[in-house]
């Protein structure tokens, strides 16, 4: 398993601001993933955030929006972009070990609230 | 697109009873995967089946993995009050990310 840590794990913003959400795991994975989960829903998959490689995203999200950094194994950053009160959600990061649908362990979370 | 449904969507049972969810993928899985979220929490990791038929048991939880790989089940015997949560299939079909279905809200009556 890993240990998975996210910074913020909250936070209020105003409407047009930017929020940069930090993951970190305890040890070295290959693949990590950026969700958003309203409340009461099902877990969406933003992007894969690839080492050293622009992020892939998903039908309906864009780099604009949700800039992705992954500088190394261990650790990368989601960016809300010109939030709106629409982008109030959790976010989680998800890790894998290795590749091709393998188990995925969450990190806390980080629950946004746009005013 | 690939799309993972589960039934119920809610489910309220008196401690004791027996629950079960049910998942549906619209294509054939190489891989499913159980989780659980508890109130507040993130998902937890529960099992993986990847065998066609494949039964797995976890104390009283029981696993299954349907014969043409598109559905899968997850049974509770007996459930406690520390059962509660949503618990979500996750289908993979080979490539790197999983689709989540859309989550069984367990609900426990004392």
């Excluded at chain 1, 929006?65 to 990061?93: H, Q």
């Excluded at chain 2, 049910?22 to 995967?33: D, E, F």
Aim: net charge positive; with cysteine; glycine share 8%.
């Amino acid at each position: 398993s890993a240990v998975i840590s996210q910074k913020p794990s909250r936070d209020i913003c105003q409407r047009g601001t930017s929020l940069t959400i930090q993951c970190q795991v305890d040890s070295q994975v290959t693949m990590m993933f950026w969700y958003r989960q309203q409340p009461g829903q099902s877990l969406t998959l933003i992007a894969t955030a690839n080492q050293g490689s622009e992020a892939t995203y998903e039908s309906g999200f864009v780099i604009d929006k949700f800039p992705i950094s992954r500088p190394n194994l261990t650790f990368s950053t989601l960016t809300v972009s010109n939030m709106s009160p629409e982008d109030s959600s959790i976010y989680l990061c998800s890790v894998q070990f290795r590749a091709g649908g393998d188990t995925q362990y969450f990190g806390p979370g980080t629950r946004l609230t746009v005013l | 697109g690939q799309q993972v449904m589960q039934i119920p969507q809610y489910q309220h049972v008196q401690e004791g009873e027996d629950f079960t969810t049910y998942c549906n993928s619209s294509t054939t899985l190489s891989n499913i995967q159980w989780y659980k979220q508890r109130p507040g929490g993130h998902p937890v990791f529960l099992i993986q089946l990847v065998k066609s038929g494949e039964v797995k048991k976890q104390k009283r939880l029981t696993f299954q993995f349907g014969e043409a790989k598109k559905n899968s089940s997850l049974h509770i015997t007996a459930t406690q009050t520390t059962d509660v949560g949503t618990y979500f299939c996750a289908g993979s079909s080979g490539a790197n990310n999983l689709f989540f279905g859309t989550g069984t809200r367990l609900t426990v009556i004392p």
